[in-house]
């Protein structure tokens, strides 16, 4: 198969237009259209339609496009590699990170690295456990920083643990829960503030359930983020199952309280992940160092 027709036919799906494709590549539109035709024969399938004065892409067309997609990921992320083993001292480590560690430990060890190396570029998205190592496996990060349970982990990430974190049931201080032991099934029944599905903390939630033959609680209420729900629970409504680094403070100086669940004692993993059998650049491999060297 032609690589540099497969790539050019992804610009023109990702741009709409012939024109646009060529104005970005530096060449001229007869030679796009050319080329694509080219393309297309080769591969024994039509990828555009006419419609109207314009084309679009046929479903197979579409289907190809998000196929490239992860080709063109790969290339940017290899070109990334080779500059950045070469370097050493500049370019781009893109960080994915799960709502836990980027809200409360990855600015500290961010702001320790960056002291050492000002000339590299950190970028760092937050988002859930499922997109986190969606994107690791797609080459859209170089590291991810997880907060959650082993068993969630995906065949193709490489797990690095770096400690254990308890997990706190924590309602409002005048609750009538608070600071009682209580069983699993009584807890239960109180409605509950949760982030959204896919998040590492409603997992285990569920499982937890699932384990000990309980019904799972009511979700009264459903947040995008950890300080949302903590909020939620601390103005006086429900209750929520969260990393102790979320509520610790809280808890410390009374805005929050414990629950304590009979026979329920759990801790969650935080570990830093790479892609199996991958080598890492120069850049990740000082990351790493600099996380490791902070604990």
Excluded at 54 to 80: C, D, P, Q, R, W
Aim: glycine residues 6%.
């Amino acid at each position: 198969m032609n690589i540099h027709g497969l790539k050019l036919f992804y610009q023109v799906a990702i741009t709409g237009s012939f024109t646009k494709a060529a104005e970005l590549l530096h060449i001229s539109q007869p030679a796009v259209s050319s080329q694509i035709k080219k393309f297309e024969h080769e591969i024994g399938v039509q990828l555009f339609k006419q419609q109207g004065r314009g084309v679009v892409l046929t479903e197979f067309g579409e289907a190809l496009a998000e196929k490239a997609k992860n080709l063109v990921m790969l290339e940017e992320h290899i070109e990334s590699f080779i500059e950045d083993y070469r370097l050493a001292k500049a370019g781009t480590i893109h960080i994915v990170a799960t709502y836990l560690p980027a809200n409360f430990l990855i600015p500290k060890w961010a702001a320790t690295f960056k002291g050492a190396n000002e000339d590299v570029n950190l970028v760092i998205t937050t988002t859930n456990t499922q997109d986190a190592f969606k994107q690791l496996i797609q080459y859209k990060a170089d590291i991810a920083i997880y907060g959650g349970g082993i068993l969630e982990r995906p065949e193709e990430v490489a797990w690095e643990e770096l400690f254990e974190d308890e997990l706190w049931f924590v309602v409002a201080p005048d609750h009538p829960y608070a600071n009682l032991s209580i069983s699993l099934a009584d807890m239960m029944r109180e409605p509950f503030i949760m982030r959204e599905e896919g998040s590492s903390m409603r997992e285990h939630l569920f499982s937890l359930c699932q384990t000990y033959q309980v019904k799972p609680p009511k979700i009264a209420l459903q947040f995008n983020g950890i300080n949302e729900t903590i909020r939620s629970v601390m103005a006086g409504y429900g209750a929520n199952f969260i990393s102790s680094l979320a509520v610790r403070e809280y808890v410390d100086s009374g805005q929050l309280a414990r629950v304590y669940v009979e026979g329920v004692h759990i801790k969650h993993k935080i570990a830093i992940c790479t892609r199996k059998n991958e080598r890492h650049s120069l850049l990740v491999q000082k990351f790493i160092e600099t996380v490791k060297n902070s604990l």
